[in-house]
């Protein structure tokens, strides 16, 4: 499977670039409420979504940024969306955590999304179409009900759900080392779901493995698991990091981004680089010029 490394990378230094500067807005005063930056974990949402057609749908969490730049593609509408403009993804009603636009819906709340995600692929098989539904979930919600009970109906209704667990090794502060006994793996096998688990951040593994998973689901129209150890390079939110910096050091070593040099010259990577950041920057000018409307 020929890998589009350019287009791969242009998606995942968006995401990062994005990402950054969302944490200084705050710091500068430009933005309120919360945010959840998605550093560190680009290689997954870029791998994964860029396989999909626009009539697939993606279901996301609080940590849902990435997931959108990597299907939408426009930072524009997800900017407005955070600085709650009236031109943002949804009006500016949903903010950081609460997006719905085209095939693309997130919620805050933990595992409240499963249910949705399993409803709308059960909808895609009664209507006998060939799209697929991905809902990406982290760690920490394996402490839900409601994910056993949408995988349990997700095997016995052979609906095209694609649940992609990111395990980042933490949910807020807690590491899964404190929170979850057993493998993670074994909890979607015990509902018969066909499953699979890797360890890695390098886009030249993990995209040719989401196009195998998403093609065969597109013929078998059943679901799938898989659970991606990753690891999140920033903080849980803003500053809230009580974790060894030895440890983020050595995950740091395997950022997503360093991958890309085996298959992109630096030449290209700086390039590609260099544009996303002019883009990021008059997009964010103008987008601060915006006048909010109230109705
Ligand atoms: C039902 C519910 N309980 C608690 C929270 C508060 N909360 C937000 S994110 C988070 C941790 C999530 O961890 P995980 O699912 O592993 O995702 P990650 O943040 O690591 O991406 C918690 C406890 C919430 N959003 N929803």
Redesign the pocket.
Known sequence: MEIPYRELYKKAILIRFFENRLLELFSEGKLFGTT?T?VG?EAVAISSISHLKKEDVVFS???CHGHYLAKENDPKSLLAEIMGKNSGACGGRGGS?HISRNNFFSN?????ILPNALGMAFAEKFRRSPNIVVVF????????GSTYESMNLASLWKVPLLIVL???????T?S?NDNLAGEIIDRAKSFGIKSNEVKTNDVSELYPLFGRIINNMRQDGEPFFQLVNTY?INA??KGDDFRDKKEIDFWKKKDPLIYFKNFLSEQEINKISKDVMKNLKEIEKETKDTQIKFK
Do not use: C, K, P
């Open positions: 959840h998605y974990q969490n609080h940590r955590q805050g709340i933990q595992g409240g979930i982290g760690d920490g919600t394996l402490g839900e990111e395990n980042n090794q933490y949910a807020q807690t899964v999140r849980h939110s």
